[in-house]
């Protein structure tokens, strides 16, 4: 908190200091500075250490989320019950879907599965009935 002023009454007043009032005023505002520049120096080292605390926290959300990708069911699953999911994703296309207009047709569903992840990519091209 700001230090107290012996001045404080004679502020945004037409007061004229004496001599001996100019050499307290001015020790009383280079003790004012010394202060502000002890408080940017400190707000300084806390901004550089909320910058460390944002990075590792970053850090830590990243790997949060990565782990929990782990946990989802659909790792779970089989390659000998996923890859009938695949064919039966192709079966169930209407063959007429490209004559319509844009949308997920025959064509692209493979495309679209092998996109998804490395094991999924391995998988539906391991499935000759995709292609």
Same mark, same amino acid.
């Given at each position: +908190?700001?230090?107290?002023?012996? @001045?404080?009454?004679?502020?945004?007043?037409?007061?004229?200091? $004496?001599? =001996?009032?100019?050499?307290?005023?001015?020790? @009383?505002?280079?003790?004012?500075? *010394? $202060?502000?520049?002890?408080?940017? =120096?400190?707000? &300084?080292?806390?901004?550089?250490?909320?910058?460390?605390?944002?990075? &590792?926290? *970053?850090?830590?959300?990243?790997?949060?989320?990565?782990?929990?990708?782990?946990?989802?069911?659909? !790792? =779970?699953?089989?390659? #000998?019950?996923?890859?009938? +999911? @695949?064919?039966?994703?192709?079966?169930?296309?209407?063959?007429?879907?490209?004559?319509?207009?844009?949308?997920?047709? !025959?064509?692209?569903?493979?495309?679209?599965?092998?996109?998804?992840? +490395? /094991?999924? !990519? #391995?998988? *539906? /091209? !391991?499935?000759?009935?995709?292609?």
């Amino acid at each position: +908190m700001a230090e107290s002023s012996p @001045f404080s009454s004679h502020l945004r007043t037409n007061y004229v200091p $004496s001599d =001996r009032e100019v050499y307290i005023l001015k020790e @009383f505002i280079e003790n004012q500075r *010394a $202060s502000v520049e002890e408080l940017t =120096r400190k707000i &300084q080292e806390t901004k550089a250490s909320v910058t460390q605390m944002e990075v &590792q926290r *970053a850090a830590y959300l990243k790997s949060i989320e990565d782990h929990s990708k782990l946990l989802s069911p659909i !790792r =779970r699953i089989s390659d #000998d019950v996923l890859s009938p +999911m @695949f064919t039966f994703c192709l079966e169930t296309m209407d063959p007429t879907e490209h004559e319509r207009g844009p949308g997920l047709s !025959r064509g692209k569903i493979s495309v679209v599965l092998s996109h998804v992840s +490395m /094991l999924w !990519r #391995d998988l *539906a /091209l !391991r499935n000759p009935l995709l292609w």
